[in-house]
Nanobody, 121 residues
Framework: QGRLVESGGGLVQAGGSLRLSCTGS????????IGWFRQAPEKQREFLAA????????RYADSAKGRFTISRDNAKNTVYLQMNSLKPEDTAVYYC??????????????WGQGTRVTVSS
């Protein structure tokens, strides 16, 4: 699996929105299910959402349902995470990774540096 690079994080006020991007450099990116994860300070990394390689199927963790939307553009080798109605508890470093399949959060690649999201109250 090629390298994935996260971007789009930043500082936003509570109630605001951000769109994160996960761009792949490997030729297998467009055939891999991709997941978004996050790790808040002093907490374990948690699964948020995943999307199939075609983009036709998605799965969300309860913490992401209703506020976060995952999508992909294989022509751009990019998977997005649209985050709305952000809360201070969404503050974390966000990561993407290839996952074994849509039903599993088992990752296939190494972790990148992630992109930091800070939500102020």
């Amino acid at each position: 699996q090629g390298r994935l690079v996260e971007s789009g994080g930043g500082l936003v006020q509570a109630g605001g929105s951000l769109r994160l991007s996960c761009t792949g450099s490997g030729r297998t990116f467009s055939t891999a299910a991709i997941g978004w994860f996050r790790q808040a300070p002093e907490k374990q990394r948690e699964f948020l959402a995943a999307i199939s390689w075609t983009g036709s199927s998605t799965r969300y963790a309860d913490s992401a349902k209703g506020r976060f939307t995952i999508s992909r553009d294989n022509a751009k080798n990019t998977v997005y995470l649209q985050m709305n109605s952000l809360k201070p508890e969404d503050t974390a470093v966000y990561y993407c990774n290839a996952v074994l399949n849509l039903q599993s959060s088992a990752v296939l690649g190494s972790w990148g540096q992630g992109t930091r999201v800070t939500v102020s109250s």
